[in-house]
T-cell receptor, first 116, second 116 residues
């Protein structure tokens, strides 16, 4: 079974631009979460989607948004990029069953975004 | 709010020796899950071990085991017979069971070096 796939692996943008990152979850997984990883802040939760609905949201400005499609694939969008948005963006999917918090998240390899 | 603290930014261990990585957390919940994830240089986060707070027995996965002290809010990871492939960043994570605490909260990570 294929793992979580994130595209692209690397991205270079300039300040003020917008960017869209894509995540394809493991087949059968309906929950997708996004994280931002930086050396200074570590791993921070952005949001989680389940059945095309945002179920949970972290403390990020409205420039960060996401969506999930009917096939569970998810996209994350960042508008008006700032230098501080440079980070590794990780996507994780999980099979939702039973106690939700117990479900293991499987991570993709991430998209490295550099904002110049 | 829940917090996760990893006080060791970096640890080193000789191949075949045992090393323990520390993690403490703070929460007012009584039911939650704790995880250790490994992130090798390839960047893909991999689940190492999971502990359910209501289970007193410490989780074990082959060479990996935890020392879960619920009253002390401590969750350390012991790696026995360390191998070169264990070199990676290790993240401790907390996940609550109520809708407001369901998202993952990660520690800042411990970089483990394995010396040949």
């Amino acid at each position: 079974k294929a793992g979580v796939t994130q595209t692209p692996r690397y991205l270079i943008k300039t300040r003020g631009q917008q960017v869209t990152l894509s995540c394809s979850p493991i087949s059968g997984h309906r929950s997708v979460s996004w994280y931002q990883q930086t050396p200074g802040q570590g791993l921070q939760f952005l949001f989680e989607y389940f059945s095309e609905t945002q179920r949970n949201k972290g403390n990020f400005p409205g420039r960060f948004s996401g969506r999930q499609f009917s096939n569970s694939r998810s996209e994350m969008n960042v508008s008006t990029l700032e230098l501080g948005d440079s980070a590794l963006y990780l996507c994780a999917s999980s099979l939702v069953s039973g106690v939700l918090a117990k479900n293991i998240q499987y991570f993709g390899a991430g998209t490295r975004l550099s904002v110049l | 709010a829940q917090t996760v603290t990893q006080s060791q930014p970096e640890m080193s261990v000789q191949e075949a020796e045992t090393v323990t990585l520390s993690c403490t957390y703070d929460t007012s919940e009584s039911d939650y899950y704790l995880f250790w994830y490994k992130q090798p240089p390839s960047r893909q986060m991999i689940l190492v071990i999971r502990q359910e707070a209501y289970k007193q027995q410490n989780a074990t996965e082959n060479r990996f085991s935890v020392n879960f002290q619920k009253a002390a809010k401590s969750f350390s990871l012991k790696i026995s017979d360390s191998q070169l492939g264990d070199a990676a960043m290790y993240f401790c994570a907390y996940r609550g069971t109520t809708s407001g605490t369901y998202k993952y909260i990660f520690g800042t990570g411990t970089r483990l070096k394995v010396l040949a």
